[in-house]
């Protein structure tokens, strides 16, 4: 696919009205990177296809709430062999690579279901059982694998499941799999890096509203699927949208290096803490000699900064983590897979890829690091940090998941932060007051428009959204603008490799063209989620839900005890500010609170009310008990439905 002596597909038909296909400029720089690009190794579609056994007569997944969990339909016009000029010829590839779909042997004994949802699910077969290495991110998908692994090689119980880490694409599924009393029992081994309940809510807990609505950029969530729109995402097809559960591991995975052998499979553990996840772990079979690289090798640079938003992710241990996992496994393995994209066989291969993702992550932060130590700044790295041509020219280690753009400035904001130590841009004015007088120095809104129009029409399109993006902020309401604002990003959206910048380009479109951002149904984690949630991170949830404003000149201090957990907690609001410290009580509360954390679930999951834990004294108040009503005023609700582009909303009338 995707290579110089295929023909360019014909397809005119936009999913928008004020669509425009590829631009001259556009064309002509896909056909450069057909020329350009090594598309003669083929290397990657060996791997993906080698060990096919079966696919399902079904395309689609029903989710069990109605309406559809996974839907690999809508990606079949990528297996008509033409090439789109409105895709990114390398990005196209990838998304024709990650077009597998059923079941494939990894070696005899281990086995992937792959294209059920964004992640692969694996299987290793023991001696009575499956063992399974993450989930999948829906039940309904990781139920719909088993059924169809069990259909092909025969039922079998499922006796432990490994969770790699502690990303929803990887345990969300697990209810699918097992159930929770076979966990509590004992009966099934649920296994998974140390801290992992921990860090799997908490990542998506404090700035969770943000991220979902984000996820509309980076994840081009409400983006028609087809050549206009969503093509990949780099690391699989799409996230599935079903059930997404966790249940709490019975083994916890603490030492650098861990044996065991359950159902007569020996594993070795390897936990890379810091790298893809803050808690994630490979695992090293002897027996088969093969190394599951959980999601620190895929077939991509992966995010050092990921644009739903998320912590800045350390390159240098992740490229360490790599250097020790080919020096402890790689020379021996004969095959190596992950949780995303296909597996690498033969010993060459395996160091070959172990070798450059090793480089491609100490490359990124030696360089940038290299150049910030000249002057270069978080604002001009992009335009200037590539990898070097020997990586470029590996399929692997090219721009999908994570950009070179967006992650050489991620790695200057972990060593030096957002400031370019400029005093101009340390506090700078809001987009929305500065926005005024560019528009006005620059002769008003006809002109940049024109000027606009112009740069479009060279090809000029950065340019172009610079001085339309000031428009939009002066005048938000102005259509023409965001309409030109829009057919700019448009064509940098075409123009991009990485699904991550084209989603993103081609969501800002979007919205810009329809003066509305998108409805969503998805939400911060299902009751798994909200019970896993420790009382600490609740309560400091808790004071990003308060208003500060509302809480002005207001001070309590309470104790909080837990009896069925043991916790005690001293909490304050003083100063606008809620405030907690574990372990510690005030003699001079002015409010006492005893309830079981199983009863403060069942109230957070809206199971129960206030009053009716009063009248079953599940609930003691000990003190001035309209104190709860009086913070509960002071609470927010976040909804993922603020505006990300000037103008996207519509106006208040
Ligand atoms: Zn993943």
């Not at 279901?113 to 077969?125: E, M, P, S, V």
């Not at 880490?165 to 296994?191: A, M, P, Y």
Request: glycine fraction near 8%; aromatic fraction near 8%; charged fraction near 20%.
């Amino acid at each position: 696919m995707a290579s110089s002596t295929l023909s360019i597909a014909d397809n005119k038909t936009h999913f928008h009205p004020k669509g425009n296909p590829p631009s001259t400029h556009t064309k002509a720089i896909q056909q450069q990177h057909r020329l350009k690009l090594p598309f003669t190794d083929k290397t990657d579609f060996q791997e993906q296809s080698k060990g096919f056994i079966a696919k399902p007569d079904y395309l689609k997944i029903k989710a069990d709430a109605g309406g559809v969990a996974w839907d690999m339909e809508r990606y079949q016009f990528l297996l008509d062999n033409k090439d789109f000029d409105s895709i990114h010829p390398s990005l196209q590839r990838q998304a024709v690579l990650n077009m597998n779909y059923g079941l494939y042997e990894v070696v005899p004994g281990i086995y992937q279901i792959r294209g059920f949802d964004l992640a692969n699910i694996t299987f290793i077969k023991g001696e009575t059982g499956w063992i399974v290495f993450d989930t999948l991110t829906a039940k309904e998908t990781a139920r719909a694998a088993l059924k169809f692994i069990n259909q092909q090689l025969g039922k079998r119980p499922v006796v432990a499941v490994v969770l790699s880490h502690t990303h929803g694409d990887h345990f969300g599924g697990v209810r699918g799999v097992i159930n929770e009393q076979d966990v509590i029992s004992g009966k099934v081994k649920l296994i998974a890096p140390a801290d992992f309940v921990k860090h799997a809510v908490s990542e998506n807990v404090a700035a969770g509203n943000a991220m979902i609505r984000r996820m509309f950029m980076q994840y081009g969530v409400g983006l028609p699927v087809g050549p206009f729109g969503h093509v990949d995402q780099a690391i699989g097809k799409n996230v599935s949208v079903g059930n997404l559960g966790i249940i709490s591991p019975n083994i916890s995975i603490t030492k650098p290096i861990e044996e065991m052998t359950i159902d007569g499979i020996k594993m070795v553990f390897q936990n890379t803490p810091g790298t893809e996840a803050p808690a994630e772990m490979n695992t090293w079979f002897p027996q088969f000699k093969a190394f599951w690289a959980a999601e620190n090798i895929t077939g991509t640079i992966h995010n050092i900064y990921t644009l739903r938003g998320a912590k800045v992710r350390d390159t240098l241990a992740w490229s360490k983590y790599i250097n020790q996992s080919l020096h402890l496994f790689g020379k021996q393995a004969e095959v190596m897979f992950a949780s995303h994209n296909w597996p690498r066989w033969g010993n060459q291969r395996i160091q070959e890829v172990m070798r450059g993702q090793r480089d491609m992550y100490a490359h990124m932060n030696n360089q940038v690091l290299h150049l910030a130590n000249q002057g270069i700044t978080i604002n001009e790295i992009h335009n200037v940090y590539d990898m070097p041509k020997s990586l470029q020219d590996q399929w692997y280690a090219r721009s999908y998941h994570g950009s070179t753009q967006h992650n050489s400035r991620a790695v200057i904001n972990r060593y030096l932060g957002y400031w370019d130590g400029n005093p101009a841009t340390l506090v700078p004015l809001s987009p929305r007051d500065s926005a005024p007088l560019y528009v006005e120095m620059m002769g008003g809104a006809n002109k940049i428009i024109k000027k606009s129009q112009s740069l479009y029409n060279q090809g000029l399109y950065h340019y172009a959204v610079e001085i339309l993006n000031k428009l939009i902020y002066a005048e938000p309401n102005n259509q023409t603008a965001r309409d030109l604002l829009a057919d700019n990003f448009e064509q940098l959206g075409y123009q991009y490799e990485s699904p991550s910048l084209r989603n993103s380009f081609l969501a800002g479109a979007l919205e810009l063209r329809d003066g509305k951002i998108p409805a969503t149904k998805l939400t911060a984690g299902g009751p798994d989620m909200k019970r896993a949630i420790p009382t600490e991170l609740l309560l400091d949830y808790l004071g990003i839900l308060i208003d500060g404003r509302k809480a002005a000149g207001v001070n309590y201090k309470a104790n909080l005890i837990l009896p069925d957990k043991g916790e005690q907690f001293l909490i304050e609001l003083n100063n606008e500010t809620l405030t907690h410290i574990k372990g510690y009580h005030a003699d001079d509360a002015d409010l006492t609170i005893k309830l079981n954390r199983a009863d403060l679930e069942q109230l957070l999951l809206g199971k129960t009310n206030l009053p009716e834990l009063i009248q079953s004294q599940k609930i003691h108040l000990e003190g001035d008990s309209t104190i709860i009503g009086n913070v509960g005023k002071m609470l927010s609700k976040f909804t993922p439905n603020f505006e990300l582009i000037p103008g996207t909303k519509p106006a208040d009338k």
